[in-house]
């Protein structure tokens, strides 16, 4: 019995990457469609209507996970610029840039429907609670972190620049929530808060697939945004000749 | 035996690095002296913006001077490392024996000394001019100090990462004023607090830990950012 291996390592070169991250995102990014279309079929129509909230709810099926995936991209982010950092990779940093416009994306995607939210149950678009504070500190980090690697014209050297960068934010991002989160309590009495009222199975469920549709669709993107910058990178390479023609 | 010689021998860089600094700064006042006037400008903009009346000042006095007291010190941040940058002896920093983590501790602390110390002399002229009493001014002068030498030293990752790149000073701002967070929620808030009967301690305590913690991460960052940027 011989098993197979696999050289996991081949894939750290661009080239190798570029191929198996081509092959790859059409699945994630049709799991991410189909998850979607079940979790949002599960949202609108069979999940009941909220007994305080009315109809209004239905937007936390968009809003929880973005704001899930705005956090868990930055760390996943920091972690491949670190990995970059720590064995001088380059696909690692690809993959840290690849990240960031969609972790930039999600963090909106979760103030804009916070504010769709806010209007009926809150009577505001905004109010300075410790999470939407906070989201829009992390919209902020990501916005700087793709400033930074912007105005860096050696690629390798914005990658360094923006793994310093978002290590030091990811240091940060617990010691900002935990500020902005006291400064609330001292500021502003209790707000609104979701807890309390137990989630129907079928919101839960609604709203599980939906966390996993945005997962695949972050995977995707990354792959195919990956895929771009390994070609803009690597283009005067002769197999990016072949893979374009 | 030689440990302890070794040591005394990174003070004496570190003395040295500082002297240098303020020397420097000397011969150029006006670095020193534009922070000082931009901080006196920003803040008397608010009541002009926000109208005179004196309870609404009272209440807004901490926050709006601990903002421009950030503003104005982040001003100053980018030549940390700039000019020694232009003319070749930050490469000789990174060259030297010394650890450079040192190195850049020391650039910090003068940041703090020349333009973090001048704000916090100067920030009770201005907290008299928005009717703070004599306790809210000493507390504010309090945090100010346990503050400032946290913005110089998180700056100073700001300063090293945007060095020689396009556009440096927006970019600066806009890296590091997410970072300055926490210490502008505590820094402002202590004085609230104690108008508010809370007791400022737990304030002053936090801004403490943000101190150590800036202090043992901050030359780490900054060092690796400024070996990058002289690659």
Do not use: C
């Amino acid at each position: 019995m011989k098993t197979p291996v696999i050289h996991w390592f081949k894939f750290a070169s661009p080239q190798n990457f570029y191929h198996l991250a081509g092959k790859m995102w059409p699945w994630f990014a049709a799991l991410a469609t189909l998850l979607a279309l079940v979790g949002l079929w599960i949202a609108l129509f069979v999940a009941p209507i909220d007994a305080q909230q009315g109809q209004g709810y239905r937007i936390i099926f968009v809003h929880v996970p973005a704001s899930q995936m705005a956090m868990f991209i930055y760390l996943v982010m920091a972690a491949w610029a670190g990995l970059g950092l720590a064995f001088n990779t380059r696909l690692s940093g690809m993959m840290a840039s690849a990240l960031a416009p969609t972790g930039a994306l999600f963090a909106f995607l979760s103030l804009l429907t916070g504010a769709l939210w806010g209007k009926p149950m809150w009577g505001a678009w905004w109010v300075w609670d410790a999470r939407l504070t906070s989201t829009l500190i992390l919209l902020f980090l990501y916005l700087g972190f793709m400033a930074l690697q912007a105005s860096i014209d050696d690629p390798r050297r914005a990658d360094k620049a923006g793994a310093v960068l978002a290590l030091v934010g990811a240091v940060n991002v617990p010691i900002i929530y935990f500020s902005v989160k006291w400064w609330n309590t001292l500021h502003q009495g209790a707000s609104v808060s979701l807890k309390g009222s137990s989630m129907a199975s079928t919101m839960l469920a609604g709203m599980l697939i939906m966390v996993l549709a945005f997962w695949m669709y972050a995977i995707a993107m990354a792959l195919l945004r990956v895929r771009n910058i390994i070609l803009e990178r690597e283009h005067h390479a002769e197999w990016v000749k072949h893979a374009v023609a | 035996m030689s440990q302890t010689v070794k040591s005394i021998g990174l003070i004496h860089v570190m003395l040295a690095v500082l002297k240098r600094e303020v020397a420097l700064a000397m011969r150029q006042k006006g670095e020193v002296l534009t922070p000082l006037v931009f901080f006196m400008v920003i803040a008397s903009l608010f009541p002009l913006g926000v109208g005179a009346e004196s309870s609404l000042l009272l209440r807004m006095a901490p926050g709006v001077l601990w903002v421009s007291a950030l503003l104005a010190a982040m001003l100053s941040l980018q030549r940390m490392f700039a000019t020694d940058y232009a003319d070749g002896s930050l490469e000789q920093m990174v060259l030297s024996p010394t650890p450079l983590g040192l190195l850049v501790l020391a650039k910090a602390l003068a940041h703090f000394v020349l333009s973090g110390l001048p704000l916090v002399l100067m920030a009770p002229v201005l907290g008299l001019q928005f009717g703070l009493d004599a306790r809210a001014l000493a507390i504010l002068m309090l945090t100010l100090l346990l503050g400032a030498p946290s913005l110089s030293l998180i700056g100073s990752i700001g300063a090293a990462l945007t060095l020689g790149v396009r556009g440096a000073g927006v970019l600066l701002s806009l890296l590091i004023l997410p970072l300055y967070i926490p210490v502008l929620i505590f820094g402002a808030g202590a004085v609230e607090a104690d108008a508010a009967g809370v007791g400022f301690g737990g304030h002053l305590s936090l801004l403490s830990a943000l101190l150590v913690l800036s202090l043992f991460f901050s030359p780490f960052a900054t060092a690796a950012a400024l070996r990058i940027s002289l690659e």
